[in-house]
């Protein structure tokens, strides 16, 4: 659970993850520069929420961590 309002939460880095979904506007997937390892490992990230009141569901299938943590930097930092 993460809210954002002030950040608050179980999430460990609930301050970073929140001001990583201001800077993307609440798209919890962005791409970055990072270049990552082509090992097959799949990651499942899946979120649902409210973001400034509109419901928001998610759910994708990474290559593996650095690409989970490359498209979504702290949000799934668990």
Same mark, same amino acid.
Request: net charge negative; aromatic share 4%; with cysteine.
């Given at each position: 659970?993460?809210?954002? &309002?002030?950040?608050?939460?179980?999430?460990?880095k609930a301050?970073?993850?929140?001001?990583?979904? &201001?800077?993307?506007?609440?798209?919890?997937?962005?791409?970055?520069?990072t270049?990552?390892?082509?090992?097959? @490992?799949?990651?499942? @990230?899946?979120?649902?929420?409210?973001?400034?009141g509109?419901?928001?569901?998610f759910?994708?299938?990474y290559?593996n961590?650095?690409e989970?943590? @490359?498209?979504?930097r702290?949000v799934f930092a668990?």
């Open positions: 659970m993460l809210s954002c &309002d002030p950040p608050s939460g179980p999430h460990p301050a970073e993850a929140c001001k990583d979904l &201001d800077a993307s506007e609440g798209k919890l997937e962005r791409p970055t520069g270049v990552c390892i082509l090992i097959y @490992a799949p990651v499942i @990230a899946q979120a649902e929420g409210l973001w400034h509109r419901p928001v569901s759910k994708h299938t290559g961590d650095c989970l943590r @490359a498209g979504t702290s668990f």
